[in-house]
């Protein structure tokens, strides 16, 4: 079982910047692929970003390429989202994902999910 918290929204003019955190506890083994998934009001749950924490690789979706970069600690417990040149159209709340494998960034693919963080941008 895994279990995530997310921390670190609120609220910020555009162009500022904030960091998003994950705390990550439970099977590493299930949280080999993790993910930042966001959701405004009225519209579907979109995908953000992504990390093969096992080797490192990061994935963006193309909405916040360069503007936003998701990392993890030495020890895979904490997932962290930067969002740097922040837009009024990036608020939504914020959830972390784990899944055990990384075969798609499809969020019905991911079993763990967090509680979210809320990110307005004014």
């Known amino acids: 079982h895994v279990q995530l918290v997310e921390s670190g929204g609120g609220s910020v003019q555009a162009g500022g910047s904030l960091r998003l955190s994950c705390a990550a506890s439970?099977?590493?083994?299930?949280?080999?692929?993790m993910a930042w998934f966001r959701q405004a009001p009225g519209k579907a749950r979109e995908w953000v970003a992504g990390?093969?924490?096992?080797?490192?690789?990061?994935y963006y979706a193309d909405s916040v390429k360069g503007r936003f970069t998701i990392s993890q600690d030495n020890a895979r417990n904490t997932l962290y989202l930067q969002m740097n040149s922040l837009k009024p159209e990036d608020t939504a709340m914020y959830y972390c994902?784990?899944?055990?494998?990384?075969?798609?960034?499809?969020?019905?693919?991911?079993?763990?999910w967090g509680q979210g963080t809320q990110v307005t941008v004014s």
């Open positions: 994902a784990a899944r055990p494998d990384c075969r798609n960034w499809y969020a019905l693919g991911f079993p763990y």
């Open positions: 439970g099977s590493t083994n299930s949280r080999n692929c």
């Open positions: 990390i093969v924490t096992g080797g490192g690789s990061t």
